[in-house]
């Protein structure tokens, strides 16, 4: 599986290994108690928020750089290794996660630029780039791990439109800040010159006469420190031939709006730059933040401000913007503006004040989850009760055909070039392993590109969405995966994931863990609870900041519905979910520790009254809010899960993951966490802590994210009584 477009990897690298003098290896279902546990020091620190004291006596943890903090690590990881990697069952689960990970894309759609094909694909688990110069042409390596350097990642690559040179994004994996290099693609080499300080995969793109890049920067890590908050984005233009200290900054966010995050792009001729300040969650469909505005630039064919012009405002920061396409002075926009299940509209450009928006795909009764603009059409993606439908328009919204797909799924990415005919899109579904297809505009056929020769037989298993009343009788969805003929005695291991944030929505699309479960004997359960955007804006907003108890409420209700539907039992069913998916299964765990067996929190956000302070979290206060505000405060301190460990209760089988190396959110939430509920549990349930090396917040590489996976399985299948189909 490959990392970046292909997939979001949810699990990491591996931490050391456990000591030579560790005795030998515990049976996985050995219970502990509270001496058992590394000893972690409270201090003495309050805070106090409209006349409330909050303690947080883990601060000391903060300072991630503690030689006590790195003992206290050290002494979880020996404690945790030996009871999940050293039993029989770790081996087996990785070995068929292993084998699973075979049915993934090795190869991505390849994108041609002036005759060139450049494409990603994975050989020895590592990621390389190919081009190809010609039609019949045998593909060479462009660039490799060697080029890339050791343990540095390849993010994102932008070919420019003469194919002469390419801009790529290279970073530790794992990582979330990195640089762009420039490759002469004739010569094989890099450019001297390197542009730091960029963030995540961009964004980054050539000028209209291929001699400079328009690209996103930030300022240096203060003090050094990468886990720190972001600050000082600015869009920039970078001459080839020039350096760095001589590139021009086209826009900076403005002091008022310096928390809020910045976007551009440069479609159509690319003389026309649009700037989004923006807040609010980023979208899987790149449309924005839930609150943003559009700026206009006129820029020359260098990409240098047009002489005379300044920036322009063309909306209020009162939706979320993309400008698609630019012709004849009108822009196709993709918006929630007064569509919370979103539209295309046409905006004027020539106008003197912002004219009006017009419906070029007005918003219907599913949400638009992604648009692209490719060979003179629109190319839509739809969410159907959480499902994909594809369809293409002309660009004045008349509907031409529809994308064939293979079955009931996911589709997930679609890739071309706006003046190409064909375009290509991943498709899969939980028991429908990835393919690749490829789709004509001109003649509305479809054919399959690539299908894995290692794609797994799972026809003796059955999906089905099923629908639950949550607490406030609003009906959520739930996809559930098992046996054919499977008798709901409640017997069943049950493993259900979910996530409720950040309006992304929790799709039902292939995943190795899903699929060792299934084979393993369990159930396999997607809960699409409120703050994620299956259902558009309303469905986001219905989870978010003061309201943020509706998430949990939701999932509480899977819980219930799975047993009181005879799917499993309490003591049977394990939750799992990553970053705010991880905030997401502590919170619940918390308030209903009665309803599980077992919680998987990888990464998670467990401090919601500091989560605003580092990573980006100044960027997600329009989500969650701040302690600072007296409407946010009481909630933030009722589900809080460091805030909200009880003593003496007995807490589910807990095993929580995190990355020494994480930029985007401080492993310090999974280790206070951990130091609470192992200091609070009430009975002998164990609650481990497994902290990797490397990896950050999104995964590392493929042979990492399997051990990952593994791990959380191993642990699972334990608490629950799951062993290849015996339980």
């Known amino acids: 599986m490959l990392a970046g477009t292909f997939l979001v990897i949810a699990f990491s690298a591996s931490a050391d290994s456990p000591d030579e003098g560790v005795s030998a290896p515990p049976d996985r279902n050995q219970k502990l108690i509270a001496s058992d546990y590394p000893p972690a020091r409270r201090a003495d620190v309050v805070d106090v928020f409209h006349g409330v004291r909050v303690n947080d006596p883990y601060r000391w943890m903060e300072d991630l750089d503690s030689p006590e903090l790195a003992t206290w690590i050290e002494a979880q990881n020996r404690l945790a290794e030996p009871r999940i990697e050293t039993n029989p069952a770790y081996a087996a689960i990785r070995d068929r996660l292993g084998k699973l990970a075979d049915a993934f894309p090795k190869q991505e759609p390849g994108r041609e630029v002036a005759g060139r094909m450049f494409h990603r694909e994975m050989v020895d688990n590592k990621i390389r780039l190919m081009v190809k110069e010609g039609e019949g042409a045998v593909p060479r390596v462009l660039l490799d791990d060697v080029a890339l350097g050791e343990g540095n990642q390849l993010k994102a690559f932008e070919p420019s439109r003469d194919g002469r040179h390419l801009a790529y994004i290279v970073g530790k994996s794992g990582a979330d800040w990195g640089e762009i290099r420039i490759r002469d693609i004739a010569n094989d080499r890099d450019l001297p010159v390197a542009l730091p300080n960029v963030r995540f995969e961009g964004p980054m793109q050539w000028t209209e006469d291929d001699g400079g890049i328009v690209y996103r920067r930030f300022a240096p890590p203060r003090d050094g420190n990468v886990q720190a908050a972001a600050e000082g984005q600015a869009v920039y233009l970078h001459r080839l031939g020039t350096k760095v200290d001589d590139d021009v900054r086209l826009y900076e966010l403005p002091d008022d709006l310096r928390e809020w ?16 300040p923006e807040q609010g969650p980023w979208h899987y469909s790149h449309l924005g933040g839930s609150r943003a505005k559009i700026i206009l630039l006129e820029v020359q064919e260098d990409g240098r401000l047009r002489e005379g012009t300044g920036p322009r405002d063309l909306t209020a920061a009162d ?8 012709e004849a002075g009108r822009a196709l926009v993709f918006t929630d503006k007064d569509a919370p299940r979103r539209r295309v509209v046409s905006m004027d450009l020539m106008a003197s004040e912002p004219g009006a928006l017009v419906d070029v795909i007005p918003e219907g009764p599913h949400v638009l989850e992604d648009v692209g603009w490719f060979g003179n059409r629109l190319v839509a993606h739809f969410l159907e009760n959480v499902h994909s439908v594809v369809s293409v328009f002309d660009a004045s919204g008349k509907p031409i055909h529809k994308v064939r797909l293979p079955g009931t799924g996911v589709v997930q990415g679609l890739f071309g070039d706006r003046a190409s005919s064909r375009m290509s899109l991943f498709f899969s579904g939980l028991l429908h392993s990835y393919v690749v297809l490829h789709h004509e505009l001109g003649t509305g056929t479809t054919t399959v590109a690539s299908i894995s020769p290692d794609a797994p037989d799972l026809g003796e298993f059955e999906v089905r969405q099923e629908w639950f009343r ?10 559930i995966a098992a046996r054919r003929g499977l008798v709901r005695d409640g017997s069943h291991p049950t493993l259900m994931a979910a996530y409720g944030a950040s309006s992304t929505s929790h799709l039902p699309s292939f995943r190795a863990e899903a699929a060792a479960w299934l084979q393993m004997g369990g159930v396999y359960a997607i809960a699409n609870v409120r703050g994620g955007g299956e259902f558009g804006k309303a469905w986001y907003e219905a989870a978010i900041r003061e309201r943020k108890q509706t998430s949990f409420d939701d999932l509480i209700g899977a819980g219930e519905y799975l047993v009181s539907n005879g799917w499993t039992s309490p003591r049977k069913l394990a939750i799992t979910g990553s970053s705010n998916g991880g905030l997401l299964v502590t919170a619940t765990s918390l308030q209903r520790p009665d309803l599980f067996g077992a919680v998987l929190a990888d990464v998670p956000v467990t401090d919601a009254m500091r989560r605003h302070l580092s990573g980006n979290g100044a960027q997600a206060v329009e989500q969650w809010g701040t302690p600072d505000d007296p409407m946010v405060f009481p ?16 807490y589910p089988a807990t095993l929580i993951t995190a990355a020494r190396d994480d930029q985007r959110l401080p492993p310090w939430h999974a280790y206070k966490y951990a130091a609470a509920l192992q200091a609070a549990q009430g009975c002998d349930q164990p609650v481990l802590l497994h902290v990797r090396q490397s990896g950050g917040h999104g995964g590392g590489d493929l042979m990492a994210w399997l051990d990952g996976l593994a791990r959380a399985l191993t642990f699972a299948s334990g608490h629950l009584g799951l062993s290849d189909g015996k339980h």
Request: charged share 20%; glycine share 8%.
């Open 261 to 276: 995050s910045l976007f551009f792009n440069l479609p159509g001729d690319r003389r026309q730059l649009f700037v989004y």
């Open 319 to 326: 939706a979320a913007y993309r400008v698609l396409h630019v």
């Open 470 to 479: 949550s607490k406030d009788g609003t009906r959520v969805p739930m996809f």
């Open 635 to 650: 909630a933030l301190r009722a589900y809080s899960p460091v805030h909200n460990v009880s003593g003496g209760k007995c």
